[in-house]
T-cell receptor, first 113, second 113 residues
């Protein structure tokens, strides 16, 4: 079974801090994604990566950046955290073909105070 | 713009009753469609997917969905609800360009005894 692991389940940070959310997958998947989940809005795509050092903006990239230095790891960075970035963050990965389902981590619930 | 619409943010049924969760999509190309389930404090788990071929798709836990191109729908059903089905359900479609998903806003299913 594919395992997508997010480093923290719960995280509390302060406004203005630089925040790192880490995601690791163990199946050598090429594509990795970061989504943000908010009540009543579903999941929205922040960034995705289809290869090492490659990244593409999703629908809501403002205030975020990403890093993919190794194939198995995809990091989401909040450059200067703000209270409106309080949310649940979900990482996912997929092995190539668009007909394959994405595999999700358990999520990181981030609170910015 | 491509979209996925879930009708009803909250559905309540009695144990043993039919479950029907509605999903409509808009796409200019043949869609790849998914239903995911999310239990509290967990990531998303794949229920079923439609890619090509048979329009009635069977998934895990007794759920199934029917792809109807003429109605641009992919509704999720289960003949008899169980208490353990209480969760949030998301319909998703692969974006027309790439492998990322576009999600509906989710439907919370409550099951009463």
């Amino acid at each position: 079974d594919v395992k997508v692991t997010q480093s923290s389940r719960y995280l509390v940070k302060r406004t203005g801090e630089k925040v790192f959310l880490e995601c690791v997958q163990d199946m050598d998947h090429e594509n990795m994604f970061w989504y943000r989940q908010d009540p009543g809005l579903g999941l929205r795509l922040i960034y995705f990566s289809y290869d090492v050092k490659m990244k593409e903006k999703g629908d809501i990239p403002e205030g975020y950046s990403v890093s993919r230095e190794k194939k198995e790891r995809f990091s989401l960075i909040l450059e200067s955290a703000s209270t409106n970035q309080t949310s649940m963050y979900l990482c996912a990965s997929i092995d190539g073909g668009i007909h394959q389902p994405q595999h999700f981590g358990d999520g990181t619930r981030l609170s910015i105070l | 713009a491509q979209s996925v619409t879930q009708l009803g943010s909250h559905v309540s049924v009695s144990e043993g009753a039919l479950v029907l969760l509605r999903c409509n999509y808009s796409s200019s190309v043949p869609p790849y469609l998914f239903w995911y389930v999310q239990y509290p404090n967990q990531g998303l788990q794949l229920l079923l997917k439609y890619t090509t071929g048979a329009t009635l798709v069977k998934g895990i836990n007794g759920f199934e969905a029917e792809f109807k191109k003429s109605e641009t729908s992919f509704h999720l059903t289960k003949p008899s609800a169980h208490m353990s089905d209480a969760a949030e359900y998301f319909c998703a479609a692969v974006k027309e360009a790439g492998t990322a998903l576009i999600f509906g806003k989710g439907t919370t299913l409550s099951v009463s005894s």
